[in-house]
């Protein structure tokens, strides 16, 4: 199977759920060669890039701010309309 070219992680607010969406999946998706890798925690979106096969932080958004994907051509999201919680 052809691995996704984005992995969306939404961080659950309990300390060990947060170890785990920032860390153990990212290495999971950076395995798997997912060429994105988006965190979302509350109003804040990082974007991070696979490169040389290990993910680069590219983008840190916030409210306001749109998220353009490199992967996903034509995909463009205001932040705002992420989860909070």
Known sequence: ??????????????????????????????????????????????GLGLDAGAYNKASELRKL???VSPAVLALELPVERFPED
Request: glycine share 2%; proline share 8%; hydrophobic share 45%.
């Open 65 to 67: 701010d749109r998220l």
């Open 1 to 46: 199977m052809v691995p996704p070219i984005v992995d969306v992680e939404v961080v659950s607010p309990a300390e060990m759920r947060h170890d785990r969406d920032y860390l153990a999946e990212r290495e999971r998706s950076r395995d798997l060669g997912i060429p994105e890798f988006w965190i979302v925690d509350l109003q804040v979106v990082v």
